[in-house]
Every structure is written in structure tokens, then in C-alpha cells.
């Protein structure tokens, strides 16, 4: 079955950048799923999505879009695709519903039937009312929902969301997640970038991790997750009295069954207080005694304890560090 996307050892070098954004990239999205294309700032996806989308020409390698070539055939692929980009790009001078017609008419969909789908799509959105407003005067959540609203007007066959929630109020969100799901019922492949690892973990069927222009992984959000080392994670916040926190982070590695230990710099703390999250291969029962009794030979005391199971998040951080990009 010819996939949804397919990137084949793309290569995109920009000027004054030595560095490639993408450096020899490959994966394929299948038809019908949604798929996630996460990863720190300046990792490459936008530019991969941007090549996808016929918006940045690539130095070597292939994209390909059902199967069409993205470089070769663009006026074929943007009959097959839709873009909803980061960045507000409606039309100023025209009114929601005519942003959305002069699209569809813009594809050489008929007037009847463009006429329909607007009255349709507007509705599924719940722009219904909201019709007749101008551009100038609908929110930055509202023009979200206008660009997907559209992006679906042509009937693409795949539909790239470049983060889709970002700005959006909690309700916003999970308007756009319950469409996104609908859309993919509707049998539509969506590829969308995101740093929201909770929304990809509940959205995409299969992510793909890059970093510096390279994959670094491909999976199932569950694949991914189960692949961390360490099944149980124990989260503990000890209160230093003085002792130097790599000192509690190397004392609690040496405990059976640990894999990893990180310092967590998130959450409040403060000098005297430091937390760690432990992975470990051992059941929370086996795992915190000894635990306990390492802060304890460390009269460090616990002010805090949670055990948990690795997330997206863990896989993320664990593949591309923690270094600030
Ligand atoms: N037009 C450009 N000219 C020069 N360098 C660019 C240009 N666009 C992107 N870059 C660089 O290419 C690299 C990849 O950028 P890109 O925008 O594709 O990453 P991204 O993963 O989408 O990041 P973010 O999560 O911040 O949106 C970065 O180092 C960026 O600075």
C-alpha cells in the first residue's frame, strides 16, 4: 500500500546555517493514522513539513505525498494535501465563510458543491455562527479553527497540523482534538508537529522523535514508552540539609533494580531542597525500602514520594537531553 508520507534521506542545508536542518531523514506515514513529528526547538520539523508541503525545496533526498513527489509534481501534491501553519495566514480582507469558499474554489471545487461543505465544515467547527465575521476581529483560537476549517475544504487526503494547540485555551484544545480524531475516522492521515507530549501521546497512533535533522526514534506512543529503561518510575523530593545533590542522585543509582537517575529541576525547590526521579526495573514494594534507606543513610528526609510509569515525555527527554536548544 503506497504510504500517506514518505521521506527518503532528506537533506536541507540553509544558508548561513552550517548546520543541515535535516540531515538524511526517513520514515513513512501510513494511511489513515495520525502521526506525531516531535522534537526540541530547531530539530527540523517545520522545515520537513515545509518540504512536504512544497514550501521549502530540499538538497537531496525525496518527499513524496500518496505517493505523488512533493518536488517534482507540486501542483499535484497540493491537491492532495492541506497545510494548517503555525502562523495566522486568513485572508484579512474577506469574511470567515468566504476564506473558506475562495479555497475550495481556488482547488476548482464547483460552486454548489463548495457552498455545501462551507455550510458543513463551518458547522463542524462550531463557526456556524461566526460566519459573516471578519478576520480582524476573531481570536487567535477562533483563527485556529478557521485554518483547519479551510484546510478541509478541498477534501485533502492528508492535512499537516504545525502545532495545532499551541495558544489555545483548554477547551479550544480539546475541540481540535476531538476533530482531529474525527478526521481520522474519516479515514484522513494527519501529520502534526507538537511539544505537547500529553496531546501526542493521546492523539497519534505512531511518533517519530527527531533531533538535529536525524530520527532518533519511531513508534508506537506505548512502543516508546515500554522501551524506556526502568518500568516504574519513583518520584522523590529529599531535603538536602547540606548534602550536594549529585552526592543523593549517585547514592540512590546504586540502588538494585535502578536504571537511571535524573535530578528534576521543575516543580518548587528550593536550596535545601532537591528532586530526583528514579527508574527502576524492580516493583514499587522492592524498590522503596531501599530507596528509603539510602536517603536515610544520607539523613537526607523525604518530603515527597510518587511512583508512576514512564510517559512520552521520559522517552523525549531520555533521546534529546535536557539541554536548552
Ligand atoms: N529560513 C531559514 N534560514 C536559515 N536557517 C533556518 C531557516 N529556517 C530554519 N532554520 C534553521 O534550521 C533548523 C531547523 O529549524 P526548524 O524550524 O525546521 O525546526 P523545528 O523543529 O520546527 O523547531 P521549532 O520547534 O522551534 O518550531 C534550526 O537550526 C533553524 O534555526
Redesign the pocket.
Known amino acids: 500500500m503506497t504510504p500517506a508520507v514518505a521521506v527518503t534521506d532528506l537533506v536541507k542545508r540553509?544558508?548561513?546555517?552550517p548546520?543541515p536542518?535535516v540531515d538524511g531523514l526517513s520514515f513513512e506515514v501510513r494511511s489513515g493514522e495520525v502521526f506525531g513529528l516531535l522534537?526540541?526547538?530547531?530539530?527540523?520539523?517545520?522545515?520537513?513539513v515545509g518540504v512536504l508541503t512544497t514550501l521549502v525545496i530540499p538538497d537531496s533526498g525525496s518527499a513524496t505525498v500518496e505517493g505523488v513527489d512533493v518536488v517534482k509534481n507540486p501542483t499535484k501534491a497540493h491537491e492532495l494535501f492541506a497545510v494548517v501553519p503555525q502562523r495566522n495566514n486568513l485572508d484579512r480582507s474577506l469574511n470567515i465563510r468566504q476564506n473558506l469558499v475562495f479555497h475550495a474554489q481556488y482547488h476548482g471545487v464547483g460552486r454548489a458543491e463548495r457552498n455545501r461543505l462551507a455550510d458543513e465544515i463551518l458547522e463542524r467547527m462550531g463557526l456556524a455562527d461566526r460566519a459573516k465575521d471578519k478576520i480582524d476581529i476573531v481570536s487567535g483560537g477562533q483563527a485556529q479553527r478557521v485554518m483547519i476549517a479551510r484546510a478541509l475544504m478541498h477534501r485533502p487526503k492528508v492535512l499537516f497540523l504545525d502545532e495545532p494547540s499551541t495558544g489555545l485555551d483548554p477547551q479550544a484544545r480539546l475541540f481540535v482534538h476531538d476533530r482531529i480524531t474525527d478526521l481520522r475516522a474519516d479515514g484522513v492521515t494527519v501529520v502534526l508537529?507538537t511539544?505537547d507530549m500529553d496531546e501526542a501521546a493521546k492523539l497519534c497512533d505512531r511518533v517519530g522523535i527527531v533531533d538535529h535533522g536525524k530520527l532518533l526514534a519511531l513508534d508506537t506512543p506505548a512502543a516508546l514508552t515500554r522501551s524506556l529503561p526502568g518500568s516504574t518510575t519513583v518520584g522523590v523530593t529529599v531535603s538536602l540539609a547540606g548534602v550536594q545533590p549529585e552526592a543523593v542522585a549517585d547514592a540512590l543509582s546504586t540502588v538494585d533494580g535502578v536504571e537511571r537517575v535524573e535530578e528534576v529541576a521543575d516543580g518548587p525547590s528550593t536550596s535545601d531542597s532537591g528532586q530526583f526521579r528514579l527508574y527502576t526495573e524492580s516493583e514499587p514494594a522492592v524498590a522503596l525500602p531501599l530507596v528509603l534507606k539510602v536517603l536515610s543513610g544520607l539523613s537526607c528526609d523525604v518530603t515527597d514520594l510518587s511512583i508512576g510509569t514512564p510517559s512520552l515525555e521520559d522517552v523525549f527527554i531520555h533521546l534529546t537531553g535536557r539541554e536548552l536548544r
Open positions: 540553509y544558508k548561513k546555517n548546520k536542518a522534537g526540541p526547538n530547531g530539530a527540523g520539523k517545520t522545515t520537513t508537529t511539544h
